[in-house]
């Protein structure tokens, strides 16, 4: 069983820097895709970033690339997300998931069985 647990979300001025982390437990995830999501209250959970565990290849939502880095350390079993230059409309609880394969939609919440508990990021202006 896939465990995730996020860490690192708080308040912070718009400008700032946060990063998130995703601890990864359960499962050798050397044919993972690993997703950061995230939802703003009244809104739908939307793509953040992804990255695939071996190869490294990675993703970002047009809105944040540029600004977001996501990276894996393989000795932690951990995700990292790096926001910097954050804006107001990146406050929202931001979720870490696991998908154990490799499709093009890693887009796609709906690809990924394993979710963490989530953590609120808040940016204020």
């Known amino acids: 069983q896939v465990q995730l647990v996020e860490s690192g979300g708080g308040l912070v001025q718009a400008g700032g820097s946060l990063r998130l982390s995703c601890a990864a437990a359960?499962?050798?995830?050397?044919?993972?895709?690993m997703g950061w999501f995230r939802q703003a209250p009244g809104k739908e959970r939307e793509f953040v970033a992804a990255i695939r565990w071996s190869g490294g290849s990675v993703y970002y939502a047009d809105s944040v690339k540029g600004r977001f880095a996501i990276s894996i350390d393989n000795a932690k079993n951990t995700v990292y997300l790096q926001m910097n230059s954050l804006k107001p409309e990146d406050t929202a609880v931001y979720y870490c998931?696991?998908?154990?394969?490799?499709?093009?939609?890693?887009?796609?919440?709906?690809?990924?069985?394993?979710w963490g508990q989530g953590t609120q990021v808040t940016v204020s202006s």
């Open positions: 359960g499962r050798t995830f050397t044919r993972y895709t």
């Open positions: 998931a696991a998908d154990s394969g490799y499709s093009v939609n890693y887009f796609s919440p709906l690809r990924y069985k394993s």
